[in-house]
């Protein structure tokens, strides 16, 4: 299938998109390919693209006494960025890097004002879509409080199902908040 009806396919699934919202879309994404282990956005810097992904695997992490703590990760059809950045369009904590090499379509923080302002629909797309990242927060909140490493590694699995095999084990275990031995320890006991 081709990128660009995979996206409008993807926004199909939470609004109705007319011919002219679709022409908007098209003219206002872009399409960029990034390596493996390539920084896609910049802690140190404001962030001003939202990228939806295509092909790849991207990992938000922010630095914690000079050591990577993996926050999310986000793959196939899934939008990124850095929430707080992007909307408040100040520098936040968040890092993007690419685990491999990922194509992605990049929405600028202006395009997307633009869409939100013409296009009611788009709001609506945005709440929707949205509620279902905010409820994988609330999860991620109530599982690191309230659960042992074993019961946050099922979780980690559960929630992953379909990408955790592509991730390094040292950044599940820094999502984890474990080490990478006690995440071995309880691999092994499977």
């Known amino acids: 299938m081709e990128p660009t009806i995979e996206i409008i396919r993807h926004?199909?699934?939470?609004?109705?998109?007319?011919?002219?919202?679709?022409?908007?879309?098209?003219?206002?994404?872009?399409?960029?390919?990034?390596?493996?282990?390539?920084?896609?956005?910049?802690?140190?810097?404001?962030?001003?693209?939202?990228?939806f992904i295509h092909k790849g695997l991207v990992r938000v992490y922010f630095l914690k006494d000079g050591k990577e703590i993996s926050e999310y990760f986000s793959s196939e059809t899934e939008w990124v960025n850095s929430p707080r950045s992007l909307r408040q369009q100040q520098v936040d904590i968040y890092y993007l890097d690419a685990i491999e090499t990922t194509e992605a379509f990049c929405l600028h923080v202006k395009d997307l004002i633009y869409l939100f302002d013409n296009f009611p629909e788009m709001e609506r797309y945005a709440r929707l879509s949205m509620g279902t990242v905010f409820g994988h927060f609330m999860e991620r909140i109530t599982s690191m409080r309230f659960t042992s490493a074993k019961e946050r590694y099922q979780h980690f699995c559960t929630t992953y199902h379909d990408i955790y095999h592509r991730i390094p084990l040292g950044m599940i275990a820094s999502y984890l908040g474990i080490t990478q031995e006690t995440l071995s320890r309880i691999r092994a006991e499977k």
């Open 11 to 51: 926004f199909e699934k939470y609004i109705k998109v007319n011919d002219v919202l679709k022409e908007e879309l098209i003219k206002k994404l872009s399409f960029k390919t990034f390596k493996k282990g390539e920084i896609i956005h910049d802690a140190n810097k404001i962030c001003t693209q939202s990228y």
